[in-house]
């Protein structure tokens, strides 16, 4: 204890009003009396209701004491005693009893001073927000810590004999000294490569530092020489402007004439829709016609196919006297009227009893179809002519009558029979030539006879 501490702790004390008087040379020798005066009328200050044994008899009783006074200042006052400082009463006791003695002279002053503690300023609670999140943040650490803690004491049992074993061994010094040399020289290898390294960086600094000054220096006449490029005005400037009015004005043309020419091109297109069109319900049109004479043909083909004697002189006019056969109008108004023509011989009505001949073959029109339409027809072959044994007769499955009509267009062909007008039972090839299409529109049918008069061969062209 100094001189010093001595004399501010007798003045605080007189400031108090202790009512001894503690001189300077009070705490040069032990003096537990004193000490125990001073440290119980100090409680009994602080607070008046503090229960403290004052027994100092004997030693046991000195000794609860110094507790007692030490276990009810540190919850009340926050003031930790050292209770052997304290009971050894000599001038190392001062220091402890000064740490009282100055709470309660502070106190004293403070409510001495009135005006300073109107100064003060109330506790604002919002400046403490910071202290309280650090507060939190401590308070789970403290969590974690004291759990951590816990859990390392719980392992305590299973490690205490492996802690106990561990240091029963001896220890080998060569083999710690060897160890710690190692270290050492590892330290050693690492501290010189980071010397070495802090040396290349210093050595990458200064290189940097150079560059930066020269690129600096570069920068500065790139900008000085662009300021003054951008006051100069280029030569070819003027013929920029002329050549850039230019062509705003032909770009201008250029949209009209796109414009002009996207009209047209769409007026032709609608246009060649249109034509399209028309020219696909053309062709359906003649589809549908071409299908429609197809099924009227099929159905007069399907039906009766014997013409009666009368029809056949009729339409070829062998024993009428007028010998020639009108040539039909189109495919299209005879379509419905298609003929299959079969004759037998007759042995009553011939001046030749076994058989007749064509002196003269008839010359008959091939059926010609619209350019449209290519029917596919059966004709009867040798063995459907039929022999009746009385007059010879043709048959057809349709009225023999058109022929007034055919005579409209196509004019007349001639038909001559032989001597006795009537047809040869060997001559019973007579076919129907069908036209091919040519797109000439209606053709009339027509009877090849290219034969003489007494040949009695037949050329059938199909």
């Given amino acids: 204890m100094s001189y010093r501490e001595m004399r501010s702790f007798t003045e605080k004390m007189r400031a108090l009003g202790y009512p001894r008087l503690v001189s300077m040379e009070a705490f040069r020798m032990p003096n537990f009396a004193l000490m125990t005066d001073i440290l119980l009328w100090l409680v009994k200050s602080y607070d008046p209701t503090a229960e403290i044994p004052e027994d100092i008899d004997s030693e046991q009783d000195r000794i609860i ?4 006074a030490a276990l009810f200042m ?17 001038g190392s006791c001062v220091r402890e009893l000064a740490k009282i003695v ?7 002053a403070a409510k001495a001073d009135p005006e ?4 003060v300023l109330p506790l604002d609670i ?21 759990a951590k803690l816990y859990d390392s004491l719980g392992h305590e049992l299973s490690f205490r004999d492996v802690r106990s074993a ?9 083999q710690m000294e060897t160890s710690v040399n190692a270290a050492i020289a590892a330290l050693a290898t690492q501290n010189q490569t980071t010397t070495a390294a802090l040396a290349n960086l210093a050595a990458d600094e200064s290189n940097l530092v150079s560059k930066i000054e020269k690129k600096r220096v570069e920068l500065d006449r790139a900008q000085k020489r662009l300021q003054s490029l951008q006051g100069v005005r280029p030569a070819y400037m003027d013929e920029y402007e002329r050549i850039e009015k230019d062509l705003a004005l032909l770009y201008e043309s250029y949209m009209e004439r796109f414009r002009n020419l996207s009209y047209l091109e769409q007026q032709l297109d609608e246009y060649n829709r249109v034509e399209q069109d028309k ?27 014997d013409l009666e004697g009368g029809a056949f002189d009729e339409l070829v006019g062998a024993k009428s006297g007028s010998g020639s056969l009108a040539r039909p109008k189109g495919a299209g108004q005879r379509g419905r009227s298609y003929r299959t023509l079969s004759g037998t011989g007759t042995g009553s009505d011939s001046d030749h009893p076994e058989s007749d001949s064509l002196s003269d073959r008839p010359t008959h029109s091939g059926l010609m179809a619209s350019s449209a339409l290519k029917p596919t027809l ?28 055919m005579d409209d267009d196509e004019g007349e062909d001639d038909l001559s029979d032989d001597d006795d007008g009537e047809l040869d039972e060997d001559d019973d090839d007579l076919l129907i030539d069908h036209g091919d299409l040519d797109g000439r529109g209606d053709d009339g049918m027509r009877f090849d006879d290219e034969g003489g008069d007494d040949s009695g061969e037949e050329d059938n062209d199909f």
């Fill in 378 to 405: 059966d004709f009867p072959d040798d063995d459907d002519i039929r022999d009746d044994g009385g007059s010879g007769s043709l048959t057809g499955g349709s009225d023999v009558d058109r022929d007034d009509e």
């Fill in 279 to 305: 020219f696909e319900e053309t062709e359906e049109s003649l589809k549908k016609m071409q299908s429609r004479l197809q099924e009227e043909e099929m159905r007069l083909l399907r039906g009766d196919k």
């Fill in 74 to 90: 540190a919850p009340k006052a926050h003031i930790k005693l050292n209770t052997r400082r304290l009971y050894m009463a000599d």
């Fill in 65 to 68: 004491f110094v507790k007692s």
């Fill in 166 to 174: 561990i240091i029963s061994r001896p220890f080998e010094l060569r």
């Fill in 102 to 108: 100055n709470l309660l002279h502070e106190a004293v």
């Fill in 116 to 119: 300073e503690n109107e100064k």
């Fill in 126 to 146: 919002s400046s403490k927000l910071p202290q309280l999140k650090t507060c939190r943040l401590l308070a789970t650490e403290i969590t974690e810590r004291g």
